[in-house]
């Protein structure tokens, strides 16, 4: 079974998770196999009636956290592959508004969404497979539209400003991270021996920045993420660059090695602090930063290290941004989180949402994937609180905030086609030097 052709963008799903499954080491029915592993390793106390019952996938939804789940094999080989960076489909998140159209809120890197120059914050209103045209007046138009072509068929679409986007949906390896300077562009795009190559890419400059900045971008914490960052703080020491704008916007998280792996970029010392967690019985585990490949990508000490998050920057992310507070590389004044319009929290409110805004999300528990030797059916839960490196921070349900010293920024929508919000940050740093 292929991985999904694309996602509802809202609402997020965010991890901070350990990415080596823990093996059962002894032959239990899927159900005493379930409920010992819930009772043994869940952060949080549940009664022994919660888990009666014969659907692992509905207990596990009305007694578990909505960050915990259970995977039948087939969903959990699925799961690896995806989160390998091993993708298909057109690779784009959405979500439709009425009176406006489907509204692209995140396009996967290298995925055929992205060659075709479709970026977050562009507005769909219609569309054509095979000559047969279609407007998408509400969510499923869109994806029934999708569904109905075939892999390799062309596949347009019209944006509600005239652009018309031609793809088609093909197995590819995603890309989490790129670059940008105003006189140049470099993203990951499919090597010729496999995997992913760093490329030049002059459109995807940014002429609002000013010499000697550098704006990276971080999708996720999965996949190929670290490597990547690393090569891109690699290339940032030789183009001399001394500034660095790190987009953590609608960033949920990932894997807590890729987030070690990058925190080595702002500490520069394997014996440093990333992360600490403690489980139920107050056990700790420390997380240090890892050495990805070489010291070349470590920031200069003097490197100005600016942030950009929003109500979707959760996790790993905020870990990161935890760890660089720490390190003395970030100070509060130098993250800024998207204060939403008002015509965009309504919508979120509108269709149901959670509504943050000026704020991270505020994830500070982390969950373990533990895997049926036997069935290998799979189960993800809440096993710890996180930690900052100074061993007290955490931001579970409170976040980074405006009150903590962070500075606003309008933010008409999640993402804006432009990006206006982006604009107007680079103005604010502008001001500062």
Known sequence: MKNKLFKIAFPCVFALVISAAFIAGCSLSSHAWFADTVKKHYFYPVEDSALEGEDLKEIAGRTLDKYSAYYTAEEYKNLIKSNSGSKSGIGISYAFVEGKGIYISSVIGNSPAYISGLRAGEWIESGSVGGNGSVFGKASDFADFVNSAKEGENINLNSTDGEVYTLSKSEYTASYTYMASNDNAWIYSSAANGGLAI????????????????YISVSQFYGTAAREFDMLINKFNAEKFTSLILDLRSNGGGYVNVMQDMSYAFSGDTKTLAMLSRNKKGREEKFRSTKVYSDASVLAENTKVYVLANSGTASASEALIGAMICYGRLGYEDIFLS???????????????????????????????????????????????????DEK?????????????????????????GDEELKAVIEIIKTRN
Not at 199 to 214: H, M
Not at 354 to 370: C, D, H, L, N
Not at 394 to 414: L, N, R
Request: contains cysteine; proline residues 7%.
């Open 199 to 214: 490329t030049p890419l002059y459109s995807e400059i940014i002429p609002e920045l000013p010499d000697g900045t550098a």
């Open 393 to 417: 921070t955490c931001i579970h349900d409170k976040g980074v905030t405006v009150e903590d010293g962070c500075t606003p920024v309008p933010a008409q929508w999640e993402r804006t086609k």
């Open 339 to 389: 204060d939403y319009s008002e015509e965009y929290i309504g919508w979120l409110q509108s269709s149901g949402q959670e509504v943050k805004t000026a704020r991270s999300y505020g994830k500070g528990i982390m969950q373990s994937t533990f895997v049926n030797n036997f069935t290998k059916e799979a189960l993800k839960l809440t096993t710890a609180q996180i930690y900052w490196p």
